[in-house]
């Protein structure tokens, strides 16, 4: 993969850390499974049946997902945007301190592209620091999907690529997870009048 | 030792391999069928009784395959293009048939009074039945699994019709559950499929695709592959999997989702959905282990084990409600099956296998009981139970029943698998770590057998109330419960050095 795509999917993870808008970080995840699509499908030219799997999958993942999030969006408005736990440069510092030690610390993982090893880390790493850091709960799907798109960029980056049980047996586990997870969203606003997970923190022993 | 099984006669052999495809696609199809077919019921009492009979169809053909499979031991009764019928899942089989099928039954008491849901109250009891075939049929599959990658897939798969399970309450502690449940399990099966990608990588191209991450293609090629990378990815699938058997220190989710649960579903998850992952992780470390040396793996699963025990252990003290209680002594049990695992030795093996059987069983009427105790006093959702022994001599037989055998009280079967493990952990020379977990053993008895007397005969006096339905099957649970606990300890006796210690020693393989 170019080292200007695996620049661009990294960017576009730290940028749904930082931003507040649900609107934008879902935008910003799409714009991310869209560089990965894109990249999927020209790694699989001449393979139509990898092509086909490949384009089934930049629909579902660029397309779909972020059309049912942003109609999770609509139907679960914020009076007002839910302040961070954090200021945008401690969220910056921590996530980048998370995504060097991921990267830096893994050995080679046997695939010869080592930007594209070191990018799925960093953006697997960069969707659980999303999740934890911060509160939305639509953010912390975005969060998942971040995650998930790193694992989607080794699995691409594999030579001949992933059997394509494997790949549609994860995108269809994934779209069950995240229509369940937009499911909570709206029950969650619906209970609490917010999509605020904060306000969830009444099991404690 | 007796030889617990013997190896079917040839034509029986053949006849079994003929029948397990269909009778596997029979299991899995009867309770997704009536996952639709439930939608299509009129009445709540007449998705009550479809659900009972599919489910008691569904129980009977695992039973079969599961008979089938610890018959043909310590042969593997049968292989297909994507399950494996061996022992292990003979073992894992029958123990989610049973747990199902009671589960099932229990939720028609549950549903009756279960007051608001998630869903509407027309619908509540078929969206409720939806999602539990879907979650039963998917753990049903998760045993049979003859490969890593279709195991991962199924795992995955149990956490959409669970959280919608453990949330359906729809009150607002439910869906903290149920969200947090979601998240960090999703994340962590996401670490364990970046560990089964570098597996994949690590294997090489030898042209059999999906087929280089069945469990026989991994231990074949375990020799070849590089220790250090394989390691490194056996961690991450460790640590994923970890996740969702709620090992300590990732287990946040395990305690609020088993205690907001509905009872039968807090069953199904503590007793046939953890110890079903667990077999996954078992399987990962039987296949990898020529790759990996067996001292780095015993490591990580006695880390996982006393990791558990330590943290549960605290709980066990504690003044918690009944659930609550249940879920903290499901990870001091998951603890104590990875002390086993990580030990490996034939006696601890012997002692996992009663250990899942008889968790299963204590569990589960454990959770049951919770239906009558909730409902007669609904404070006990909140704050520990007191003065049952008064109030509800049923229920607090049932408790007692369920609790004591959960400590490791003898005749508890727990009790012998549990000294199993321990002698198991000596005979492997970790004379220490078994010493701490004996400590800590003795201390979780203590502090479970504490909390049992104090919700038996503490608090102030109650009124004397009448046995109600789910009473009276609560009895029935714990009769059978009891006696199928003390045939397990019959059992454990001769377990170690039969056909079926032989046959999990090499799971899958």
């Known amino acids: 993969m170019s080292p200007a795509a695996i620049t661009a999917l990294v960017v576009l993870g730290f940028a749904v850390m930082l931003v507040r808008r649900r609107s934008l970080a879902t935008l910003l995840v799409s714009a991310q499974a869209m560089v990965l699509g894109i990249a999927a499908l020209s790694l699989a030219r001449g393979r139509p049946t990898d092509f086909l799997v490949a384009a089934i999958i930049l629909l579902v993942r660029a397309v779909a997902l972020p059309a049912l999030l942003t109609f999770t969006r609509r139907r679960t408005p914020e009076p007002y945007l839910v302040i961070p736990a954090t200021t945008v440069l401690v969220r910056l510092v921590l996530a980048a301190t998370v995504v060097l030690i991921a990267a830096v610390s893994i050995p080679p993982l046997g695939l010869g592209d080592r930007p594209a090893e070191h990018a799925a880390v960093a953006l697997l790493s960069l969707g659980i620091a999303i999740v934890v850091m911060r509160r939305p709960a639509l953010l912390q799907v975005l969060g998942i999907l971040v995650a998930e798109n790193g694992i989607y960029l080794l699995a691409i980056s594999v030579p001949g690529g992933l059997p394509f049980v494997i790949e549609l047996g994860v995108l269809f586990d994934l779209v069950l997870v995240v229509t369940v997870a937009a499911a909570f969203t709206h029950k969650i606003h619906g209970e609490v009048g917010s999509g605020d997970t904060d306000l969830l923190r009444a099991l404690r022993d | ?509």
């Open chain 2, 1 to 509: 030792m007796a030889r617990l099984a013997r190896a079917t006669p040839t034509s029986c052999g053949h006849f079994v391999t003929d029948a397990v495809g269909p009778l596997i696609a029979a299991t899995l199809a009867v309770p997704l069928s009536a996952a639709l077919l439930v939608g299509l019921m009129p009445t709540p009492g007449a998705a009550d009784r479809l659900n009972l009979a599919t489910s008691t169809l569904t129980a009977a053909l695992a039973l079969a395959l599961a008979a089938a499979a610890i018959a043909a031991a310590p042969d593997v009764a049968s292989r297909g293009s994507w399950y494996v019928l061996d022992v292990a899942s003979g073992v894992f089989l029958a123990v989610v048939a049973v747990v199902g099928i009671a589960s099932a039954a229990m939720s028609v008491f549950y549903l009756r009074h279960a007051g608001r849901s998630w869903f509407t109250a027309r619908r509540s009891h078929a969206w409720y039945y939806a999602a539990f075939n879907i979650f039963w049929a998917v753990l049903l599959a998760l045993p049979l699994a003859d490969n890593l990658a279709i195991a991962w897939l199924l795992i995955e798969a149990t956490t959409a019709a669970s959280a919608l399970l453990v949330a359906f309450s729809g009150k607002r502690s439910a869906l903290e559950a149920g969200w947090k449940y979601v998240v960090l399990t999703t994340l962590g099966l996401s670490i364990a499929l970046l560990g089964i990608v570098v597996v994949y990588v690590a294997v090489g191209s030898d042209g059999s695709g999906l087929g280089r991450l069945d469990w026989q293609a991994l231990t074949q090629h375990a020799n070849e592959l590089p220790h250090e990378l394989t390691l490194f990815a056996f961690v991450l699938v460790l640590v994923g999997l970890a996740s969702k058997i709620g090992w300590a220190p990732v287990h946040n989710w395990l305690p609020d989702a088993h205690s907001e649960a509905p009872p039968p579903v807090s069953a199904l998850l503590s007793a046939a959905l953890l110890p079903t992952v667990l077999l996954i992780a078992w399987r990962t470390k039987l296949a990898l282990e020529p790759a990996l040396g067996s001292g780095a793996v015993q490591k990580l699963f006695i880390g996982f084990g006393l990791a558990s025990l330590l943290v549960a252990i605290p709980f066990l003290w504690r003044p918690l409600p009944w659930k609550r209680l249940l879920a903290y002594s499901s990870l001091e049990h998951m603890g104590v099956l990875a002390l086993g695992i990580g030990f490996g030795t034939t006696l601890a093996i012997a002692g996992v296998v009663i250990h899942v059987a008889g968790h299963a069983l204590a569990k589960a009427l454990g959770f049951y009981t919770a239906i009558p105790l909730l409902r007669e006093d609904r404070r006990t959702a909140d704050a520990p139970a007191r003065g049952i022994a008064r109030t509800s001599p049923t229920t607090a037989t049932a408790m007692s029943v369920s609790l004591f055998s959960l400590a490791g009280l003898p005749p508890s079967p727990l009790f012998v698998s549990e000294v199993m493990i321990l002698l198991g952990g000596m005979q492997a020379g970790l004379l220490a770590v078994s010493s701490i977990a004996a400590v800590l053993l003795a201390l979780g008895f203590l502090g479970l057998a504490h909390s049992l007397l104090e919700g038996l005969f503490g608090g102030k006096k109650g009124p004397h109330r009448r046995p109600s339905r789910s009473v009276q099957a609560i009895a029935l649970l714990a009769g059978i419960a009891a006696v199928a606990l003390l045939g397990l300890t019959a059992i454990a006796y001769a377990l170690p050095g039969s056909d079926i210690v032989e046959a999990l020693m090499r799971s899958g393989a």
